[in-house]
């Protein structure tokens, strides 16, 4: 199980990596618009309070916020790692990109760590109950 979660993990980074490298080379301007900025929220959870401990995704998010913050500004990309992604958190980061990011804006949200179906393990969050996932 912690194989298939490590596999699964490396393959969604790896991906997400693919998606975000060929923005790097050009200004994030979309055609259509004036003027268009970039916001990011981040979130690596290897080490979690009661559930098993999944080695790569903190070090992953990690990477990745130092390759788009000199790019897209600290200001504009919210970093979120493991004792600091509890569920309040990563809602106050996702309310903070949705007030930032507008219709002519790239917004990204980044996560790497446990989830189920339609559900994301939070710092949190114990095996006992889906009330401690965060749900989407």
């Not at 991906?15 to 055609?31: D, I, W």
């Not at 949705?98 to 939070?122: E, F, K, P, W």
Request: glycine share 8%; charged share 20%; proline share 4%.
């Amino acid at each position: 199980m912690k194989r298939a979660s490590f596999r699964i993990s490396a393959i969604v980074f790896v991906a997400a990596v693919l998606l975000v490298l060929p923005m790097l080379g050009r200004p994030c301007t979309p055609a259509y618009a004036e003027e268009s900025e970039c916001w990011a929220v981040i979130i690596g959870l290897s080490e979690y309070e009661s559930l098993d401990n999944t080695p790569g995704p903190a070090e992953g998010a990690e990477e990745l916020y130092q390759i788009l913050s000199p790019v897209w500004g600290e200001e504009h990309v919210k970093l979120l790692l493991d004792s600091e992604a509890t569920k309040g958190k990563i809602r106050e980061a996702l309310a903070w990109l949705v007030d930032n990011a507008d219709a002519n804006d790239t917004a990204l949200l980044y996560y790497s760590g446990h989830g189920d179906r339609g559900y994301l393990s939070t710092y949190t969050t114990s095996a006992a109950g889906y009330y401690s996932y965060l749900s989407f």
